[in-house]
């Protein structure tokens, strides 16, 4: 079975589950794996590998709304090279302090893959969850969706040839260390009656938001903000919006909120927002200009 049914397997023995993290007495908690062959490709510096790592256990952290306090990571490999061990970890210790938390260390293994476990903690007396969702309120997100599909082009781009492109390899790498929406997740947290991050791609997010709320979404196609990286390096604009969608790994916020909130919430938040549709009833489904939104998107182990 893939991610999604060994997560559905799990919904019946362990309670609570389903949001982007846990909740524990206002404890926030999370944790992830990322592998060489899957997450990281090929051209992806130890740095780049270090602050993404820790950068999704942290956007999960940010989809509750809360703060984020520290993070771990636990780093295996067949064999360690010492500087591709001090970039991991300064990349973990950077994106760390870019959001205000501290890094405070992990575990080293050896295995025959490069392979990295991040736990994040954070801290909220009010945790936003997926299942809060009303009828009439907004659906909006942050930032810009397609980051991570421009990155991977670029990366394949990169290392074709017999030479590697050194500057197409820098820009992959840096549209690769996506900034967490820490500041934006606190911003929203007052107002959001529902949140998770876009990790596994517009689509699925929205699908995976009515199923929690019990509810439906209408969506507008052009009201997606598509990454400018994204468009730089696909010239259709129908497949630059597809990949937009679905692509996913991009770690912005999917949320929910009152129209009324929209402006107050915009107002508390340091990256733009914005508006992509409206919460409907269950009834009607998921849509985009009218037409069914398919659930597609990133699934580990597919």
Known sequence: ???????ALLEDELDPVGDDAAVV?????TTDML???????????????????????????????????????AYAAPEFDGEELLAFVRGARDVCEHVG???????????????????????TDAPVLRSGANPGDLVCVTGALGRSAAALEQFERATQGEETDADTLESA????????????????????????????????????????SDCGFAIESDSIPVADALCDVIDDTDT???????????????????????????????????????VEDTDAGITIDGETLPDRGYTHGA
């Not at 079975?1 to 997560?7: G, N, P, S, T």
């Not at 007495?25 to 908690?29: A, E, F, K, N, S």
């Not at 938390?101 to 801290?123: I, M, N, Q, S």
């Not at 840096?174 to 991050?197: K, W, Y």
């Open 35 to 73: 592998h060489e062959r899957t997450d990281f490709p090929t051209g992806t510096t130890r740095y780049t590998a270090g602050w993404r790592a820790v950068g999704a256990s942290l956007s999960d952290v940010a989809a509750m709304g809360a703060e984020a306090t520290a993070a771990v990571a």
């Open 173 to 212: 790498n840096e549209l690769f260390r996506f900034e967490p929406r820490i500041e934006a997740g606190l911003g929203l947290s007052p107002h959001a009656t529902a949140m998770m991050d876009s990790s596994d791609g517009l689509a699925r997010s929205l699908h995976q938001l009515a199923a929690a």
């Open 101 to 123: 938390a501290k890094y405070v260390g992990g575990d080293l293994d050896g295995h025959e893959e490069f392979t990295v476990a991040t736990t994040a903690v954070g801290r």
């Open 25 to 29: 007495d206002g404890l926030v908690i």
């Open 240 to 278: 630059a919006l597809e990949r937009a969608t679905t692509f996913g790994e991009d770690f912005e916020l999917v949320a929910t909120l009152p129209e009324a909130a929209l402006e107050d919430a915009r107002s508390a938040t340091d990256v733009e927002i914005s508006v992509l549709g409206t």
């Open 1 to 7: 079975m893939d991610e999604r049914a060994a997560l």
